[in-house]
């Protein structure tokens, strides 16, 4: 269980499992006690987006289903970097870089993810702990938007590449630690 793998150390499990109920609680609260024009708005038109039924959804699903039928046609090499642009990261890499590009990219980005996790729980430093564990959060959600719902584009996202190196920075801020 994930909660078990990290470890936080200002804070126990059991007030973690509080601020996540509460939380779950105020999205309750607020779309279905609360309903208000921008709240409905906003679920409405996100939702219509994601089932591609409006909107840029569908094109943006249209275009992504067109990338993984360009990978399914080559799927080792791709058809080459800046042919064919998608609008999602994950299929606009598959489509022009194929396995071959792709996979170390992801695997980059599973590695740094690891070391971060490692910091997390492993460190006896408090303040990296929670900076890392913060910069976990900001990549995890990052990373999944850009996979499935933004472009090749958000390679060029300087935050991205940001929270990246800082978790690199403390993942070496970490081994430094150990070896003195």
């Known amino acids: 269980m994930i909660i078990n793998s990290i470890k936080i150390p200002l804070i126990g499990q059991f007030e973690l499992v509080i601020a996540m109920v509460l939380c779950f609680l105020t999205y ?3 779309t279905f006690f ?3 024009p921008l709240i409905d708005y906003v679920c409405q038109e996100h939702v219509d987006k994601l089932l591609a039924r409006r909107g840029s959804g569908a094109l ?3 275009t992504a ?6 990978f399914m046609q080559y799927p080792v090499l791709g058809v080459g970097i800046g042919s064919n642009r998608t609008a999602a990261l994950l299929s606009s890499l598959l489509c022009n870089i194929g396995l071959l590009g792709t996979v170390p990219f992801l695997l980059f980005n599973g590695i740094v993810f690891r070391n971060g996790l490692e910091v997390c729980q492993k460190t006896a430093n408090v303040s990296l702990a929670i ?3 913060a ?3 900001s990549f995890a959600s990052s990373f999944g938007v850009m996979l499935f719902g933004k472009s090749d584009t958000s390679l060029h996202f300087l935050p991205y590449w940001l929270i990246l190196a800082m978790i ?6 970490y081994k430094k ?4």
């Open 28 to 30: 309750l609260l607020f």
């Open 34 to 36: 609360l309903r208000t």
């Open 60 to 62: 943006r699903f249209n």
């Open 65 to 70: 289903m067109y990338g993984f039928k360009l």
């Open 131 to 133: 900076i890392t564990l």
């Open 135 to 137: 910069l976990l959060v």
């Open 168 to 173: 690199t920075a403390s993942y070496r801020f």
């Open 177 to 180: 630690g150990l070896r003195s």
